[in-house]
């Protein structure tokens, strides 16, 4: 498998790690994240008066652990969404950590399964799906909903990046969200791309028909929803097979 040049648009500082991955990977990766992060004021409730914690992103472990937490917090239950977050989660001295291994509907099976009863910590985005307060909206698990983090859009990409894809010289742009894939398209407008041209690697199939929606028409999507796997779609981009 030859190198691609491929637009990493997840935010810093995961971004910069899938670069370095890339990297070492052998691909030309270029940075162009859609959004950056910005942490929100918040309260954090006392552990002696919540079951569990629930994280559905990095941002969110990230987000917290920028209060002052009692040991309590970091000793209760802790269900993530998947991997990379369960992995954020220990790294930073959460014992005792549950991974759905999956996306938000494994997230919540799980929750249901384990019936702690509640009440619940779900630090969040101010910008998200809301599948998880949906899910427990007049149940006895009491979930918690509160913002800690919201990610800023960008108003532009570089003018390097932008004449890249003007001529068709990105081999793939790798999308992590609906939210970013929505706001690419966006920025495609705005700058006279033809999204139509342009093969796009997805962490999920929701992401892919967001931009299928826009006019995307060459797309591969990741098996899991994990970095790995949506590596693993590179080599199939080279065989030219599309979702």
């Known amino acids: 498998m030859s190198g691609k040049t491929l637009l990493v648009t997840r935010p810093f500082p995961g971004g910069q790690k899938t670069v370095a991955s ?12 859609l959004f950056s992060k910005r942490i929100l004021p918040f309260d954090v409730p006392s ?8 994280f559905t992103s990095p941002n969110a472990v990230k987000a917290v652990l920028s209060a002052e937490l009692e040991i309590g917090h970091q000793l209760l239950p802790c269900f993530t969404v998947g991997d990379t977050t369960a992995q954020v989660a220990e790294n930073n001295g959460f014992h005792n950590v549950i991974n759905a291994k999956g996306n938000a509907q494994d997230l919540i099976a799980m929750i249901k399964k384990m019936g702690l009863g509640g009440p619940y910590f779900y630090p ?36 390097p990046v932008i004449k890249r894809l003007q001529e068709n010289r990105i081999d793939a742009v790798l999308l992590y969200s609906q939210r970013a894939a929505s706001h ?13 041209t342009l093969n796009f690697i997805c962490l999920s199939p929701s992401i892919w028909h967001t931009l299928q929606t826009a006019g995307a028409q060459s797309g591969y999507v990741a098996q899991d929803p994990n970095e790995n796997a949506l590596f693993t779609q590179i080599d199939i981009l080279s065989d030219g097979k599309s979702a």
């Open 22 to 33: 890339l990297m070492d990977l052998g691909h030309q990766p270029m940075a162009a994240p």
């Open 47 to 54: 552990p002696h008066n919540m079951v569990a914690t629930i």
């Open 184 to 196: 690419f398209a966006k920025l495609c407008v705005d700058n006279n791309i033809d999204i139509s």
């Open 124 to 159: 969040c985005a101010i910008d998200r799906k809301p599948d998880i307060e949906e899910a427990f909206f007049g149940t006895e698990f009491m979930v918690q909903m509160t913002p800690v983090y919201e990610m800023i859009a960008v108003k532009s990409l570089s003018n």
